[in-house]
């Protein structure tokens, strides 16, 4: 794809050799489509193959990084076979596309991330939250295993103890509390985020490029040998689509009620 292919994603380039990527659903909290989820999945090797770019940051226009899945779109998928695999094989692509890519990315979090925003922001190789942002992995909530990227990384990032604490609550970590657990690299007031973050980026750019880029691969292979958890993630989430609990959660969500799980009427699951 060439950047003018993308729908929901705009580009600038605040310095030489920086491109600026920003996700651009505004009036969706830039929740992630199934168009944008694609995209989310393939600018890394748009990038990856310009050479006039040596370094990325992504942002979310508005008031939120991204909130996660489109969960209208969402409800309209559960227990459908073909579009689960679908979202499946996006969710693989957009991590591995991420590490697999040597050159940085350096996500600046603006506001709440979740879901596939989470891990875009996540998967970036420097992450630099606003001290008033949030992160939450909420996918226990909507009935589905966490897959998407955090089973895989989390326990890297801020050892099992916190992973298990906030995976299996789904609770809310504010910028301070991220960063302090580990699970981001750096948190700053909202006023100087972007310019912390382009600032490194510039930074960055006008390093020895093979040098950083080397550095990056072989970093990333600690994330490469955790491959098979994130596969399987991914798949148990796909399955858990196919289940009864993840429609009762979705359409309690967005009917605004309490659900009412049919596991906790069973004595098993």
């Not at 996500?107 to 996540?122: D, F, H, M, Q, V």
């Not at 007031?189 to 020895?208: F, I, N, Q, S, T």
Request: net charge negative; proline share 5%; glycine share 6%.
């Amino acid at each position: 794809m060439q950047y003018e292919d993308f729908q929901h994603l705009t580009f600038d380039r605040p310095s030489p050799f920086v491109l600026r990527v920003t996700i651009n659903r505004p009036e969706r909290l830039n929740a992630v489509n199934a168009r944008l989820h694609d995209e989310l999945a393939e600018i890394w090797q748009t990038i990856g193959k310009d050479p006039s770019v040596h370094v990325a940051v992504i942002t979310g226009a508005g008031r939120a990084f991204s909130v996660g899945g489109d969960l209208k779109e969402g409800q309209d998928n559960v227990g459908k076979i073909e579009p689960t695999i679908h979202t499946g094989e996006q969710a693989l692509r957009l991590v591995y596309n991420m590490i697999h890519m040597d050159k940085p990315i350096i996500s600046a979090i603006n506001g709440p991330a979740a879901g596939a925003g989470l891990a875009t922001a996540l998967c970036a190789d420097i992450s630099i939250i606003a001290e008033d942002a949030f992160v939450t992995d909420a996918h226990t909530r909507i009935g589905v295993a966490s897959g998407d990227h955090a089973v895989m990384l989390w326990p890297m990032f801020c050892g099992m103890p916190k992973a298990k604490l906030y995976l299996l609550t789904a609770d809310r970590i504010n910028g301070v509390e991220a960063e302090r657990i580990g699970l981001v690299s750096k948190c700053v007031p909202a006023e100087d985020l972007m310019k912390e973050a382009l600032d490194l980026a510039e930074r960055l750019a006008g390093v020895p490029q093979q040098a950083i880029r080397w550095t990056k691969r072989c970093l990333n292979h600690w994330l490469r040998q955790a491959s098979p958890i994130l596969d399987l993630s991914v798949a148990y989430e796909g399955l858990n689509l196919m289940q009864d609990d993840a429609k009762e959660a979705l359409a309690s969500f967005l009917e605004k009620r309490p659900p009412n799980f049919k596991s906790h009427q069973n004595s098993e699951v």
